[in-house]
DNA sequence: AGCGCTATCTACCAAACGGTAGATAAATTA
DNA sequence: TAATTTATCTACCGTTTGGTAGATAGCGCT
């Protein structure tokens, strides 16, 4: 039972998971630079103080919440990456990344806000983002490769008409996104 | 000739020019909540209370910018709007818009950064970009209406794929911007 | 030259910020 | 129960922020 002061103790693997997952939902509406220190403890009912003892710094806390959905992230399409690279794989991987993401807007809006934000090269997610931004690219170029005339081209392409897609779909909710993506993905994998 | 002494007098409009031209450049690089009220200022070689006096708050200066930017922009593909609305001109006018881009990069970013803090509904910029992007896609659409079996898919397409690319394009400026959506357009228009 | 207008400056303020130091209290162990 | 550990708190600091008040100086006019 909660103790009668308001104080709560948390074991620290248990209370940096909660703190993670305020911080995320909170950098999703506002970006980084919109969400103060004092703003991440209070969504988890603690003090500046408090949540410094988990993280060393605010800069500390937002590697910390990248690093944590790229695990997530990682784990949900660990299984269906086992398969030879061709590009059905391809589209399965990305059609479960958009089902994924249909059901986790404000986790969309997080990576859209921040890798905005992060287009400054002196923003402290900068690296993180032009490396994951390369890797990937580089990754689905692999799955194109026996198939596609210009896979390079053609990884741009998908890249782009999904995070398009994504950003229009975050301003405007009305736009039906697995469908939009479906008829986009069934004229780019036709034969 | 300059003064002797640091100060620099000039006529108001030419300073509100100067100074909306600076702060495009800042916040095009920093987003608008990564600029001080200061740092807009020293771009002008001014200080605060003195860019105060031309802007009443700094909220003011950030829908200053971006109501000069869409005059700009509106201006520069006004003749191109004569014709008659058919998916022809639709793609003249977006090339035309992706040229233009391409030699401003700088504003692009603004762009870019600005909506994607914007997706936040308190941020001052907000409500601007949700009608201009509802008026743009209506705008699109009536333009393949006549053409397109599904004008409106098809318009969230075509700005789903150009944001997406010009996103894509800020992160990694090897990307060739206009070759990428030239081959892209190849396909959309085709019979 | 001298006057008036106002663009700009210096100096300041209250609030908010990230972060630190030391006190306090909740679990754990002896 | 008493001692230990440490998660959390209160209180504070130095800096930065957006904005204000009043002084100063450049320009146009007569």
Redesign the pocket.
């Known amino acids: 039972m909660t ?10 693997a248990e ?1 940096r998971e909660e703190i993670l997952k305020a911080a995320t939902e909170l950098i999703a509406v506002s970006g980084f630079k919109g969400v ?4 991440f ?1 209070a969504a988890c ?6 949540l ?3 993280f ?4 500390d806390l937002l590697i910390a919440v990248l690093e944590r959905r790229d695990e997530l992230d990682l784990a949900s399409v660990v299984d269906t990456l086992e398969p030879a690279p061709d590009p059905a794989t391809a589209r399965a991987v990305m059609s479960g990344f958009v089902r994924r993401n249909l059901e986790q807007r404000s986790l969309v809006q997080l990576y859209t806000v921040l890798s905005a934000e992060a287009l400054d090269p002196a923003h402290p997610a900068h690296a993180y983002f032009a490396t994951r931004l390369r890797e990937g690219r580089a990754m689905l170029e692999r799955y194109l490769l026996a198939w596609h005339p210009r896979p390079g081209e053609a990884a741009v392409d998908l890249l782009a008409f999904l995070d398009g897609l994504q950003l229009n779909w975050l301003r405007d909710a009305g736009i039906d996104f697995p469908a939009q993506w479906e008829a986009f993905a069934d004229r780019f994998f036709a034969p």
Chains 1, 2 share one sequence.
């Open positions: 103790p009668a002061s308001g104080r709560r103790r948390l074991p620290p209370r103060t220190l004092e703003a403890a009912g603690m003090t500046k103080a408090g410094l003892h988990h060393r710094s605010r800069e």
